[in-house]
């Protein structure tokens, strides 16, 4: 959840020099105040117990087919989720974690879902079902995995059966009462440690507290701990990456701070080694540099997926994730006082300023098609204050958001379901708050402002039914490592010892290359799968399969498959090309003898329409034609040349 200090602390001004210790004390306060928590609904919606959408039918598990998410049937399946947090700390880091004053806004969670003290969970999941919840994001925090303290009675005061449970295995139950109600649900690595997110405060990266490989081994136990439940649909691997006190995240640096990397991976092996059935959610990263002005900073989000996405070895599993809050902005971390720089937030943004933003920082992933970049969009977080927000900025907002919504047809997912009030009063945010006597305020008891706008989203109609198969395009990147995507070659013996290895997912072959940079582009565009289903390869390092008068790179060095087989991937050292690998096709798959060669040395040769995007930005790129496969690759040894790839042999598809 975003921090915001305006709640916490006072206007404070800063005058005079930025030292060190002002720096970071303006990083401290702007990026670790408390997020919103809880809220309701308004007048016009419908009456206590009735539901606001009927319920989905819908069957596990879910996938992707370019930007839509859909069910095992291929029918669409709108993400209408919530956030039930709790389980990954309201401890807001300071006092002992037994005074309830030491929490979020008052609400102390006891490191489970929120609210089981207070009311019967099956009644808090009756709830989110009438308000139109077809989905929950269930955080949690590393910690809580290995956290053996038995939760309190009175933690669980309103569902005796859970205790003398440990905090995981509340966690269990609640998963397990979600998914028995046909909710699906996404586990959410929320924080390293059981606190309240999100500042500086030990939970900025996915390793800011523990070892990468500490993470992934969590993520691993999480994925297997419950793949036998379909309904456990999503891995939403680490929330709002963010800078701590001296270094920012980034994106494909190939560093510790690396979230794109260390995202690709943990996907890659929860998929291989956990669950396969599991969406995996990549969320962008949600600040980098000092919020002082005349500092850099800001809110890159999505918006270095342009560039650079994410190819996982099952195609159709791919989920990105953002979160916007009207109190942030494009380059405005929130706070107030120190840490509050000049720059608009959301909130101060006119509607068609405000579209053009939202557009640029993500909802571009979605919008555009036949790139590389091309998934769904889920905003699992988004959300405003209650019933006692009565700014005119801050309500406008939140309309205009879910307007928004609702013309993208956007995935979402509202922070939070659950808070707690006293005499109907609380921190607000939550859609569904109890009291101390177990009585619930909802969004619909006619006095919270929210119900409107709520309805028009839950309610509003987008894409349904059945979602045809569509062309996929995927980015190969062995910048720092292998970048093989390909299960059945992940599963043989290294085929180039000391090379970086880049190969396509199995079913899509290799379509473009980039001539500096290593980059490659794959698709099943036009034929789909061209593979043998019975497999085989041959790694190719030399000029073995060009035929006498085939010459098609004269005076180059041609690595050219075999006949009967098409690229799907090469290897290369520095920035020398070393192999390439060529799938076996199916009989009859590929038939073409003849070809063309497509030079891309010295400009980019693409065609007139290039699908796919820009999948080396900076460099020159060669792609064949939609109908075309990849059969050979060539480059140069020429004094002064880097070996790296300078033309493609292209032939047609059948």
Not at 343 to 362: I, K, M
Request: hydrophobic residues 35%; proline residues 5%.
């Amino acid at each position: 959840m975003t921090s915001q200090s305006a709640r916490t602390t006072g206007r404070v001004t800063v005058r005079g020099s930025l030292t060190k210790a002002v720096l970071t004390t303006a990083l401290l306060l702007a990026l670790s105040a408390p997020a919103p928590a809880a809220a309701s609904a308004a007048p016009g919606g419908p009456g206590p117990g009735r539901a606001v959408v009927a319920a989905d039918d819908w069957t596990a598990p879910l996938s992707t087919r370019g930007r839509w998410i859909v069910d095992a049937e291929g029918d669409r399946f709108r993400l209408r989720s919530g956030n039930w947090h709790g389980a990954s700390g309201t401890w807001n880091g300071t006092g002992s974690a037994d005074d309830d004053g030491n929490h979020h806004a008052g609400e102390n969670s006891h490191r489970i879902p929120l609210g089981l003290d207070r009311a019967p969970m099956a009644e808090i999941i009756a709830g989110f079902r009438e308000i139109g919840i077809n989905s929950v994001r269930l955080p949690f925090s590393n910690e809580m995995i290995h956290d053996t303290r038995p939760v309190t009675d009175g933690a669980v005061a309103a569902n005796p059966a859970l205790r003398g449970k440990t905090p995981l295995q509340v966690y269990d139950a609640v998963v397990r009462a979600l998914t028995d109600a046909d909710l699906a649900v996404i586990l959410n690595n929320h924080t390293n440690t059981t606190r309240w997110c999100c500042g500086v405060d030990g939970n900025e990266r996915w390793n800011a507290s523990r070892t990468t490989a500490a993470w992934e081994s969590d993520w691993l136990f999480m994925a297997g701990r419950y793949r036998e439940n379909k309904r456990v649909v999503g891995a939403d691997l680490y929330n709002e990456v963010r800078r701590d006190i001296w270094n920012d995240p980034n994106w494909g640096l190939g560093d510790n701070h690396d979230w794109f990397t260390a995202s690709q991976r943990v996907g890659d092996r929860i998929l291989t080694e956990a669950n396969p059935d599991l969406l995996v959610v990549v969320e962008g990263i949600n600040w980098t540099g000092i919020p002082v002005d005349g500092f850099a900073h800001g809110r890159p989000t999505l918006e270095p997926v342009r560039a650079l996405s994410h190819t996982l070895v099952d195609s159709g599993k791919l989920v990105y994730s953002a979160h916007f809050y009207g109190y942030t902005g494009p380059r405005h971390s929130g706070a107030t006082g120190i840490g509050e720089t000049t720059d608009p937030r959301y909130q101060d943004l006119s509607p068609g300023e405000l579209t053009a933003v939202l557009n640029r920082q993500a909802f571009f992933v979605s919008a555009e098609a036949d790139r590389h970049f091309t998934a769904p969009v889920w905003i699992s977080e988004f959300g405003a204050g209650g019933r006692e927000e009565t700014g005119a900025a801050q309500r406008a907002w939140f309309e205009n958001f879910v307007d928004h919504l609702i013309r993208t047809d956007a995935d979402f997912a509202y922070w939070p379901l659950v808070g707690l009030h006293e005499n109907r009063r609380g921190n607000g945010w939550a859609l569904l708050h109890w009291d101390s006597a177990g009585r619930r305020m909802g969004p619909y008891d006619g006095d919270d402002w929210r119900a409107g706008a709520w309805t028009r989203l839950v309610r509003s109609g987008g894409r349904s039914g059945h979602v045809a198969p569509v062309a996929g395009w995927s980015m190969l990147s062995p910048d720092h490592a292998d970048f093989v995507a390909s299960r059945r070659m992940r599963a043989l013996p290294d085929w180039d010892p000391g090379a970086r290895k880049a190969v396509c997912p199995d079913g899509r072959r290799l379509l473009g290359l980039s001539h500096t940079g290593n980059r490659g582009l794959c698709s099943d565009v036009t034929a789909g799968n061209l593979g043998d289903p019975a497999g085989g390869h041959e790694v190719v390092r030399d000029e073995r399969h060009v035929a006498p008068g085939g010459d098609w790179a004269s005076g180059y060095t041609k690595l050219q498959c075999p006949a009967g087989h098409f690229l799907t991937g090469y290897s290369v050292r520095g920035a020398a090309v070393s192999a390439a690998v060529c799938a076996k096709a199916a009989p009859d798959g590929v038939t073409g003898t003849g070809g063309r060669t497509v030079w891309f040395d010295r400009s980019d040769n693409r065609g007139a329409h290039p699908k796919g995007g820009d999948f080396a930005q900076g460099h020159y790129k060669g792609q064949c034609a939609d109908g075309e496969y990849a059969a050979g690759i060539a480059f140069t040894g020429r004094i002064g040349s880097s070996r790296t790839p300078d033309a493609l042999y292209c032939r047609t598809l059948r």
